[in-house]
DNA sequence: CGTTGTTTGGAATGATCGGTCAACACCGGT
DNA sequence: ACCGGTGTTGACCGATCATTCCAAACAACG
């Protein structure tokens, strides 16, 4: 076994995420993910394989370290409808204090790609009916608290919570004002009532 | 003035707005543009400008032809309550016969361009903004044709109503699912009650 | 019927696209 | 010390990108 490698997998798979993240698939060109990730081109393509397939790998990424882990994380310290009120509030504060107007990769992707690249749309779909299930949940952990009435319906109201969650992460990137977001975490709160 | 132009402006620029809108603007080749329209490639740079103003030019016949007339149909058909209903039910039914996955060229531009491309961004903003009024005029005019309660808040429920019909706009386009549609429909009505 | 100004097709522009290659650098085993 | 194989490298490939140019085709006017 001669030689490993000189680079972190990971660590340049997350800064080719970042690069696709920003600024969408299409837009990213091969020559800013060699800039981004800070390796030579030939080792991307032996490491990741070809733009698609690395884009495909960034994106499983984005979905075990940001939605999985940023989910995991309410669940665990405010099991209950502070999890669901929390999941809205965060998004809203990120987008305001840093400024960070890249919104959600999955969402993005969901628009630009998911009707035209079935392999993507699988993983994009399995990704947003993860965040269904996470408000069913929460749902459902709250009505056994006692904090949200057992006339919601876990179901429907999860569904058109997470409508209302991606409509939010579409408006950070366009429309960054925070009255708007106000309105909506409001809403989704009374949903739980 | 010899000679006046061979093909009619408004209707290859319709031709444009669609290729833009089932693919986005960067996936979208020129020559894509040029076999679409089904005129001269000069005479798409003589009439439109470069590939940037082409887009915008049919962004802006989107937000005429689609968006207001859309909006204003419902508006005079329907006023008050039934509106807003119709607004979810009709993008609902139309992605569920037709099968069409091209969602709503605004709602697509806002995530791939709003972010970089300030005049873009300011299209796509109006439009938005434009949709939040419709919801809150309707609103209004509910409340005035006892419909809809006065508790209601016009402005905030305006509001979370566009980040709702935002999130089907994308869930359309990547989780066609009849479920989800009737969560977020009957999501809507739930807030005018 | 020729002049005039526009549209047209097609070819050609340089730049950039995604992807590949042969040569070199490096290490563990012998 | 040397070899087998892997990792790295920068140069390089044809294809496609957006855009431009040119000469032929054309319709209205004098």
Not at 167 to 192: H, N
Request: aromatic share 8%.
């Amino acid at each position: 076994m001669p030689w490993e490698k000189q680079f972190r997998t990971d660590e340049v798979l997350t800064k080719a995420m970042q690069a696709f993240w920003a600024r969408g698939y299409e837009a990213t060109s091969m020559q800013d993910v060699v800039a981004s990730m800070g390796i030579n081109r030939a080792s991307i393509y032996a490491t990741f394989g070809d733009k698609h397939g690395l884009f495909i790998k960034a994106l499983r990424a984005y979905d075990e370290r940001h939605r999985a882990a940023f989910l995991e994380r309410l669940r665990q310290r405010h099991p209950g409808k502070a999890a669901i009120v929390k999941a809205f509030d965060e998004v809203i504060a990120s987008a305001l204090d840093g400024g960070s107007r890249d919104g959600c990769l999955l969402v993005n992707t969901a628009l630009e790609l998911s009707p035209h690249d079935a392999a993507i749309a699988d993983i994009v779909s399995a990704g947003l009916r993860h965040v269904e299930m996470f408000f069913h949940d929460m749902i459902k952990t709250g009505q056994g608290l006692g904090e949200i009435p057992l006339s919601v319906d876990a179901e429907r109201t999860a569904q058109a919570l997470l409508g209302l969650f991606i409509g939010l992460r579409v408006l950070t990137r366009s429309r960054p004002e925070k009255a708007l977001f106000t309105s909506i975490a409001r809403q989704a709160e009374a949903m739980l009532a």
